[in-house]
Antibody
Framework: QVQLVQSGAEVKKPGASVKVSCKASGYIFTSYGISWVRQAPGQGLEWMGWISAYNGNTNYAQKFQGRVTMTTDTSTTTAYLELRSLRSDDTAVYYC??????????????????WGKGTTVTVSS | QSVLTQPPSASGTPGQRVTISCSGGNSNIGSNTVDWYQQLPGTAPKLLIYGNNQRPSGVPDRFSGSKSGTSASLAISGLQSEDEADYYCAAWDDSLNGWVFGGGTKLTVL
């Protein structure tokens, strides 16, 4: 079955970097994209960006540009999220999600259909 | 402040039908399709509706979605206790060039 397995919880100090992994299985990795979404404690969902596993093209939310890097390793079907210059308000659960698409009236529309269980990142001095 | 606007809470009794609204603008809901996610306490979001009104396999037909102009709705009929969760709408925003979410609606089954 389609599955996204994320790496374990991280505790980082302010100013440090964190790299979260998301291993995909059960589907053709390069036929889909991977999106990253985070959720601060008690808050809603916040989209960070996504990467095409086909060609590595990325699209980052403006809020994170310059501080985030998303990559994929097709040999291990794993996606990575790196966030630098961490602050306390980066404390959140970070989710990866598979990006699928459907065709309607000549246009492709994209949606996030399968999600990982999340990785808790705590930033504290 | 979320780009898409949802009511913070909703409630209903078992068997009842409830609807959750999601309001946006021309650059998001007005131009693109709407998806809905269910997040049970302590778990990851789960896709409930995509493309305004399409249900992934395995999602009961008690859940339905609709869209009109710059607003969308999620309807849940035959409400069950296990439907108690947070519900989020989402859409691509052409101006922001990214996905935007609603602030979430906490559904309580009384």
């Amino acid at each position: 079955q389609v599955q996204l397995v994320q790496s374990g919880a991280e505790v980082k100090k302010p100013g440090a970097s964190v790299k979260v992994s998301c291993k995909a299985s059960g589907y053709i990795f390069t036929s889909y994209g991977i999106s990253w979404v985070r959720q601060a404690p008690g808050q809603g969902l916040e989209w960070m960006g996504w990467i095409s596993a086909y060609n590595g093209n990325t699209n980052y939310a403006q809020k994170f540009q310059g501080r985030v890097t998303m990559t994929t390793d097709t040999s291990t079907t794993t996606a990575y999220l790196e966030l630098r210059s961490l602050r306390s308000d980066d404390t959140a659960v970070y989710y990866c999600a598979r990006v699928s698409r459907f065709l309607e009236k000549g246009y492709y529309y994209y949606y996030m259909d399968v999600w990982g269980k999340g990785t808790t990142v705590t930033v504290s001095s | 402040q979320s780009v898409l606007t949802q009511p913070p809470s909703a409630s209903g009794t078992p068997g009842q039908r409830v609807t959750i609204s999601c309001s946006g603008g021309n650059s998001n809901i007005g131009s693109n399709t709407v998806d809905w996610y269910q997040q049970l306490p302590g778990t990851a979001p789960k896709l409930l509706i995509y493309g305004n009104n399409q249900r992934p396999s395995g999602v009961p037909d008690r859940f339905s979605g609709s869209k009109s102009g710059t607003s969308a709705s999620l309807a849940i009929s035959g409400l069950q206790s296990e439907d108690e969760a947070d519900y989020y709408c989402a859409a691509w925003d052409d101006s922001l060039n990214g996905w935007v979410f609603g602030g979430g609606t906490k559904l309580t089954v009384l």
